[in-house]
């Protein structure tokens, strides 16, 4: 068989998204757990809007012709943000996913891009593998959960505008150790969209909702607050929030706020990581 990797483009997206969705659940069904992806048309949405992105990076591999699977790399901001990876279910066990990673990482290099992260199931072992042997090491054990709505609106919480950009630029990069404002911003155009709650006119969190979102917060209550208020405003599709399970307190306050567990994945990073030091929640890419 022969591969060949080309630019992933939008004439490629209804056969991506179709692959997308069927690998996750296939994947997923396997382990009993439900799937990323609800419906092939939701991963055809995704990737769809993948391929239309400038901040985007997105390959396609070709099997004999045949597009057979695809990668993703968000270049916004200094970390590279991989994923989603599917190869077709069929096809998979021919070293296709290996070579889609591993072009992917190739071009974060070229492209200077030195901090390369991911979100990888747990019960994944044969990612698990290829992450690993491919230079990428485990840093936080993560619980994806279903976020439990707030009864009554929160009028401390808003929609992220261009003009708090600056303020998200300072808290990203004083909690994660880099500057995510580019990937805030980006959202503003997707369904995940972001929120911030503010104290005495000062932000002191911000977050978006379901598997694309993230944030960060001065304290645990703000950002248990976000989660719940955003789970409020936001259709049941988008109730997903990530939460590193090494952030024990922040973990307890989400069950208690009804939050629950659906699976556990690994953040994994290539190259420098500096661990966020605050109250964090991560998205599907890191």
């Known amino acids: 068989m022969s591969l060949e990797l080309v630019p992933a483009t939008p004439e490629h997206v209804p056969e991506l998204g179709r692959i997308c969705y069927e690998a996750f659940k296939d994947i997923s069904d396997k382990h009993h757990f439900p799937s990323d992806f609800h419906s092939a048309a939701e991963a055809r949405m995704i990737i769809g809007m993948l391929t239309q992105s400038e901040q985007e990076y997105g390959v396609a591999a070709m099997m004999d012709g045949r597009t057979a699977g695809s990668n993703f790399l968000l270049v916004s901001d200094e970390v590279g943000g991989l994923g989603p990876i599917t190869v077709e279910v069929s096809l998979q066990g021919h070293g296709i996913g290996r070579a889609l990673m591993q072009n992917v990482i190739d071009y974060a290099r070229d492209n200077g891009i030195e901090q390369v992260r991911l979100l990888q199931d747990s019960f994944n072992m044969t990612s698990l593998a290829l992450y690993a042997s491919l230079g990428f090491d485990t840093k936080e054990p993560v619980a994806l959960m279903q976020a439990a709505p707030a009864e009554t609106p929160d009028d401390s919480i808003r929609p992220v505008t261009e003009a708090d950009l600056p303020a998200i630029e300072e808290l990203s990069t004083a909690i994660y150790k880099v500057n995510r404002s580019n990937g805030v911003a980006a959202l503003f155009d997707w369904p995940f969209r972001p929120y911030l709650r503010e104290r005495q006119g000062r932000v002191v969190g911000y977050f978006a909702l379901g598997i694309g979102g993230h944030g960060v917060a001065e304290t645990e209550d703000d950002a248990v607050a976000l989660v719940r208020e955003t789970a409020r405003l936001m259709p049941p599709d988008f109730h997903r929030v990530f939460c590193p399970l090494t952030e024990g307190s922040l973990y307890r306050k989400l069950?208690?706020?009804?939050?629950?567990?659906?699976?556990?994945?690994?953040?994994?990073?290539?190259?420098?990581?500096?661990?966020?030091?605050?109250?964090?929640?991560?998205?599907?890419?890191?």
């Open 255 to 286: 069950l208690a706020a009804g939050c629950r567990n659906i699976k556990v994945m690994n953040l994994m990073a290539l190259g420098p990581y500096e661990p966020p030091d605050g109250v964090w929640l991560p998205s599907v890419l890191y």
